[in-house]
């Protein structure tokens, strides 16, 4: 059991929440965790590098020289892979990266890169992270009062909460998502994880309904 600190909007701590790592996840894999972040990566990438054979260059196909006699290598085409200008032997090709891990390991993975987060002391708690209306100011000022400002973060929120996006969308390495949309490159990317209570306990019924099923 882990007793994580909970504090409010100006950085005093008002409580305690306590926490069984092995609720999200009984064991930590990193092989597990790896696997997904490289799919994760990998469904990212655009694959639409493409590089010219010798049919696609621009140049003639006439032969340069005459076979023999010249005292030179045999060449055909300038468009030969050999020479300048010419084309690729072997050509990069558009092709799809993406892949799926299977849906239990995805989930899996998820908890067990939060749990991982609260083993190192990298998230930090906070009793309520609503605000009334999106201004940047006032969530640079929680976030200095939380001593948590001015590296890469994390905001998990209990659901879609258009305020704090809008609060939090200028400020560089600062991320929001709701719980439902955690994964475990995410949650891995950044330095620290800010989550409210509410988040907290959503991310604990999720983490019970999926064992469940």
């Known amino acids: 059991m882990v007793s994580l600190p909970i504090y409010d909007r100006t950085g005093a701590e008002v409580g305690t929440y306590e926490l069984d790592p092995a609720e999200l996840a009984p064991r930590i894999?990193?092989?597990l965790l790896h696997d997904v972040v490289v799919m994760y990566r990998a469904n990212q990438r655009q694959g639409s590098a493409k590089?010219?054979?010798r049919s696609e260059v621009v140049g003639s196909t006439k032969k340069m020289y005459r076979q023999k006699g010249t005292g030179n290598a045999r060449a055909g085409s300038r468009r030969s892979n050999i020479r300048?200008?010419?084309g690729r032997a072997f050509p990069r090709r558009p092709r799809d990266f993406s892949y799926r891990l299977p849906k239990k390991a995805v989930r899996a993975a998820t908890r067990m890169?939060?749990?991982s987060r609260v083993a190192?002391?990298?998230l930090t708690l906070i009793d309520q992270l609503a605000v009334e209306a999106p201004r940047t100011k006032d969530m640079v000022a929680v976030l200095k009062a939380?001593?948590?400002d001015g590296q890469t973060l994390l905001v998990a929120t209990d659901g879609y909460d258009v305020n704090v996006y809008k609060s939090s969308r200028n400020l560089a390495g600062?991320?929001?998502l709701p719980v439902s949309d955690l994964n475990a490159l995410?949650?891995?990317r950044p330095r620290r994880i800010l989550m409210s209570v509410a988040a907290m306990d959503a991310m604990r019924r999720g983490a019970t309904t999926q064992e469940a099923s």
């Open 186 to 188: 995410e949650v891995l």
């Open 29 to 31: 894999s990193k092989q």
């Open 113 to 115: 890169a939060v749990a």
């Open 84 to 86: 300048r200008g010419g």
């Open 120 to 122: 190192d002391d990298q």
């Open 174 to 176: 600062v991320s929001v």
């Open 146 to 148: 939380l001593g948590i």
């Open 51 to 53: 590089n010219k054979n």
